[in-house]
């Protein structure tokens, strides 16, 4: 089984084939689905450029802090900041009700 994590959304996706299959298969037939191929084409179409081996391309407003799912809301970041900080605040945020008022986000070096 394998899970795939989308920090985004902070959604885990659950891909029932195995991993070599995920590898030759999925990503090969179904790049979008599996990779959001033409996300990322839109991105690079707009001015944006390939991240580097550390870097990703995340959301600036993750969608579910009410972030847009548009290449507007896009940003190249650190990949291992990136995951740090969108997974603590999903691990906050998680519970909340819809369109719940979030006053202040801090963020400490601890």
Do not use: C
């Not at 030759?24 to 580097?52: M, Q, T």
């Not at 550390?54 to 940003?75: K, Q």
């Not at 998680?94 to 070096?109: E, K, M, Y």
Request: charge should be negative.
């Amino acid at each position: 089984m394998i899970l795939m994590f989308e920090p985004g959304t902070g959604e885990v996706l659950n891909i029932p084939v195995a991993l070599s299959v995920f590898f030759h298969e999925e990503i090969v037939d179904y790049p979008d689905a599996a990779l959001a191929e033409s996300f990322f084409a839109e991105w690079k179409a707009s001015g944006g450029r390939a991240p580097a081996f550390t870097e990703s391309v995340g959301y600036h407003t993750p969608l579910f802090l009410g972030g847009v799912d548009d290449v507007s809301n896009l940003a190249l970041t650190d990949t291992a900041v990136y995951w740090d900080v969108v997974g603590q605040i999903r691990v906050r945020v998680r519970g909340l009700p819809a369109g719940a008022r979030i006053g202040t986000v801090t963020i400490n070096d601890d």
